[in-house]
């Protein structure tokens, strides 16, 4: 077996491992140390993801595939989590024992990845268990939180519930078409309604993962709830993985009956259900939570056009390059301002704390789409792509939900700005959450305005089998 | 020549931004930034001929895959207009800050929004134009939020909220009308060449509908102009003169450049609706104006009657009525000369009434009077500004709706004669406006009232000055546009 196809994941593993041993060791106020081993392993596992940039294979039996998405998917996975895990260990200071968030946070960036690369349906059930397994404990690692213990509790309730939706729907395309190999099930008939329910049956099991209605519940909650650093790692990483693998999905049966007007509605329902109940929320990283289940709805839209337009799968990648980065800077800023989350804290912040008021400025703006910042390079491939593809009522309805989601954002943004600042100000956390604040903005705005590059090489991308 | 004008302001915002620079000191850089940047268009207009397409053009790619690229030029629309900007941003920057807090970041938002919309006039790529439209709503909403006074946050969220609506719209109609091309090009001079929905029925219609509502939102038209008044209102005068005098006409910008050029068929089937609503939009923005007892509410809607005037002629030079392209001609011109009045009296009028709120608080009309013998100064230049505004031969205004309503009476008679009513009211409320606030007897409470000072004077009458210019030789002013030669290259 090729077994260096899959070294950037190995590296995650060894890093997992070597953060595990790393943490027997280490006493407690030394436990942060783990970090190193982390950043190292996700640094080879880019090295090693670049290297094999110009790979299209199926490997593994035909299990895994090595294209562009999963080239893709392991940059921003790999990146986003590096950012996430920079917030750790100043955030856990005072924590018990941290050392294997280290360890849990790699297994779970390589779930999913491995989501992303599944060219199995086998794979890719063990890819989400192990996404979702890693997932519930992150969310619930405040043990003595109640807020954060409810939001591992529902994350894993509902992920309960949709594992095994994705199981069963497993079994019954798997019965139906007699394999689970993509390459195999390319084109296959589904036409079947048994076929077609467990095709039903694995998007909702895949909308779970990534927020999207109807398994969307648990994301408002791990964001308050969870440390923020997991908050900002489940809000982001498994949803890369869950939209490219649904992707691959519709990519494999561009013709099945409902399947995109299925996709379709769920993309309606996600980002109209997040904008409104986004709209009131009085605290920010719940706010932040609902709006990332509406964003969820804004990459369905490329999901949903699949195949259909050349820039579908450009406007994906790069939308969720563009989320992920804006939503880790927006997490960042609330790290670096030790986890404030009522509104009412954020008055005043511009001329309290004037870099990290611009940070998260910047990134709601990013998430809204304001040009030339990288959100907009996102929104307008979709809309772009939605278009095309002949779904041009999906990109009205994304325009509408803009202008809603834009009034939260504002909520946020006009005290901060506008409002004087009450009391002292807030104390901060560290220089690492505010580097890694000041570093997604800087991004954001930078990667918004030098786009073309690297739509060219998204363009580009081939899509196994 | 141009990038270096877009992207000047641009970077001075950004050194004030970031630099700690004294309040003294931010405003002299904004000050010598925009009128750098005016240099800069000075230059440009010197070596421009007159109806030989667009000029000065530069280019550099930015996003091939998608057929973006940095594109800049000017014709005898975007030069105009960009001239007009420029000069009123020099006005608006220099003039005193109504609220002095935070002079940096102040005078940093301004140039961000000059280099916004001095971009947005420039720029020959549709994705680029867009861009720039929003980030013109961006600055405006910090300018509003920060500096305004009232309910400005609220006014703010509102000017945003519809306006990016109106954006997203159009953003949407953009992405419809450049996939009709192929390969993909956001040029506008491919898009105008192409006429890319030319024949089409349906789809262009919704096209045209998605365009006409996004410019309406910002021009502003009856019935989505009700953001326009809060925000006027609430935000500072300098800022006001903006709103008015510049981003209001990137929707009719945006009207001449992309609906009427880029869809020519399309826009002349649907000419006669546009002229009724810019007809609505006259009669209803005048009457609304002559009830208000807000006096800066009442200049704000005099804006949705004068931008009426503009849109019904640009709907009467799109109507593809043949037999009347001279008709057509000079109602195309009139509207550009129109939107560039406008925004020199507008822009005028809101900076004199931003003098009045740093002086006493205050727009309610009742609160005024008598203030002719202490405020000789002030007197003059609102009479001149209003009297300019209502349409008095001999200034500009005049000749710009003089032009509009030859050619609409060429093309739709009745629909101008209607329009004509518009004419008599504004009329009447300037008049009322102007008697109410300098004659009568003076409250008592107005017995300190200063004079314009010096500065402000010498701003206003940079502004003031043109408009008679204009008003009495226009020439120079009709010689840059010639519409004939818009109307040529986009209209036949």
Not at chain 1, 7 to 25: F, K, Q, R, Y
Not at chain 1, 384 to 398: M, P, S
Request: aromatic share 10%; with cysteine; net charge neutral.
């Amino acid at each position: 077996m090729p077994v260096a196809d899959l070294g950037p994941e190995i590296a995650l593993i060894a890093g997992a491992i070597a953060a595990l041993l790393l943490a027997m060791v280490l006493p407690q106020q030394r436990l942060g140390w783990c970090l190193a081993p982390a950043l190292v392993a996700l640094a080879v596992a880019a090295f090693w993801a670049l290297a094999q940039a110009d790979a299209v294979r199926l490997t593994f039996s035909g299990t895994w595939a090595l294209d562009g998405v999963t080239l893709w998917a392991r940059g921003m996975i790999v990146a986003g989590t590096a950012l996430c895990l920079i917030l750790a260990p100043r955030w856990f200071a005072q924590d018990r024992r941290h050392g294997e968030f280290y360890t849990m946070t790699l297994f779970s960036a390589l779930g999913a990845v491995a989501m992303a690369g599944a060219a199995d349906l086998m794979q890719l059930v063990m890819a989400v268990l192990l996404s979702s397994v890693t997932g519930y404990v992150l969310a619930a690692w405040h043990r003595d939180w109640a807020l954060s213990v409810e939001a591992g509790m529902k994350y894993f309730l509902i992920g309960a519930l949709a594992n095994a939706l994705l199981v069963i729907g497993v079994i019954l395309l798997m019965g139906m078409a007699g394999t689970s190999d993509y390459a195999a099930l390319k084109g296959a008939d589904v036409s079947s309604p048994l076929a077609l329910t467990g095709l039903a049956l694995i998007v909702s099991g895949l909308a779970f993962k990534l927020g999207a209605v109807p398994g969307h519940a648990w994301m408002p909650d791990v964001a308050e709830g969870a440390p923020v650093p997991a908050a900002a790692f489940l809000t982001v990483v498994p949803k890369i993985g869950a939209a490219l693998a649904l992707y691959r999905l519709v990519h494999l049966f561009p013709d099945a009956e409902m399947l995109r007007p299925l996709i379709a509605a769920l993309s309606v329902l996600t980002m109209t259900l997040g904008n409104l109940a986004a709209l009131w929320q009085t605290d920010v990283r719940r706010l932040i939570g609902w709006s990332s289940v509406s964003q969820s709805g804004y990459a369905l839209m490329a999901v949903t056009v699949a195949d259909l337009s050349p820039d579908a799968l450009p406007s994906l990648l790069w939308f969720l390059a563009a989320y992920a980065l804006a939503n880790v800077t927006a997490f960042a800023v609330i790290a670096h301002l030790r986890g404030r989350t009522a509104l009412a804290d954020y008055a005043g912040l511009a001329r309290a704390r004037p870099g990290m008021a611009a940070a998260l400025i910047v990134a709601f703006l990013s998430l809204v789409g304001i040009p030339p910042l990288i959100g907009f390079m996102g929104k307008l491939g979709l809309f772009i792509a939605t278009i095309d593809g002949g779904y041009a009522w999906l990109a009205l309805a994304a325009v509408l939900n803009t202008v809603v989601s834009l009034f939260y954002y504002a909520r946020v943004i006009a005290p901060m700005y506008f409002a004087a600042p009450q009391g002292a100000a807030p104390t901060i956390l560290g220089w690492q959450s505010g580097a890694a604040a000041v570093l997604g903005t800087a991004a954001l705005i930078g990667l918004g305005i030098v786009s073309g590059p690297f739509l060219d090489s998204a363009i580009a991308v081939i899509v196994l089998p | 020549m141009l990038t270096f004008a877009i992207l000047l302001p641009f970077a001075a915002a950004a050194l004030l931004a970031f630099a700690p620079v004294s309040a003294g000191a931010s405003r002299a850089i904004a000050i010598a930034t925009a009128g750098l940047s005016l240099l800069v268009l000075v230059v440009v207009w010197a070596g421009f001929t007159p109806g030989a397409g667009f000029q000065a053009v530069q280019e550099a790619p930015w996003i091939p895959a998608l057929g973006v690229a940095w594109r800049v030029g000017v014709d005898g629309i975007s030069l105009p207009l960009a001239l007009m900007s420029g000069l009123l941003f020099v006005a608006s920057i220099a003039w005193p800050m109504e609220r002095d807090v935070n002079a940096r970041q102040y005078y940093a938002w301004f140039l961000f929004l000059e280099g916004a919309s001095l971009g947005l006039f420039l720029t020959l790529d549709l994705l680029l134009f867009y861009v720039f439209f929003d980030l013109s709503l961006v600055g405006m909403y910090f300018l509003i939020g920060r500096w305004g006074h009232g309910n400005a946050q609220r006014a703010a969220l509102k000017f945003f909220l519809y306006t990016l609506a109106g954006s997203l719209l159009i953003l949407l109609a953009i992405i419809a009308l450049v996939l009709m091309t192929d390969p993909l090009t956001f040029d506008m001079r491919d898009l105008i060449a192409a006429q890319p929905v030319a024949g089409m029925d349906l789809r262009a219609g919704l096209i045209l509908l998605g365009f006409v509502i996004g410019f309406a939102i910002k021009t502003p038209l009856f019935p989505v102009h009700t953001w326009l008044p809060p925000a006027h209102v609430d935000a500072p005068g300098p800022a006001s003169a903006i709103l008015a005098g510049v981003l209001l006409k990137m929707g009719t910008y945006g009207l001449v450049r992309i609906a009427m050029q880029m869809m020519r068929e399309t826009f002349a089937a649907w000419a006669l609706a546009i002229g009724i609503l810019a007809l609505i939009s006259i009669i209803w923005g005048s009457i609304v104006a002559f009830a208000q007892e807000n006096f800066k509410r009442r200049i704000a809607y005099t804006s949705v009657n004068h931008m009426g005037y503009a849109v019904l002629g640009i709907a009467v030079a799109g109507s593809a009525v043949t037999g009347h392209e001279a008709a057509r001609d000079l109602a195309l011109t009139g509207a550009m000369v129109e939107m560039v009045a406008h925004g020199l009296i507008t822009g005028a009028l809101f900076l004199i009434a931003g003098a009045f709120w740093a002086r006493t608080q205050e727009y309610e009309l009742g609160h005024y009077g008598g203030l002719a013998s202490g405020a000789p100064r002030m007197m003059a230049a609102m009479g001149l500004a209003s009297f300019a505004s209502l349409g008095l031969p001999g200034l500009a205004g005049f000749v710009a709706e003089v032009q509009i309503f030859i050619g609409a009476f060429a093309i739709w008679p009745w629909l101008a004669a209607l329009a004509l009513l518009g004419l008599i009211v504004t009329a009447a409320l300037f008049l009322g406006m102007l008697q109410r606030i300098f004659f009568g007897d003076r409250p008592p409470a107005l017995d300190g009232f200063t004079d314009l000072t010096r500065t402000e004077i010498g701003i206003l009458a940079a502004l003031l000055v043109l408009v008679v210019l204009i008003g009495v030789w226009p020439a120079w002013l009709l010689d840059m546009i010639g519409a004939g030669s818009a109307l040529a290259f986009g209209g036949g």
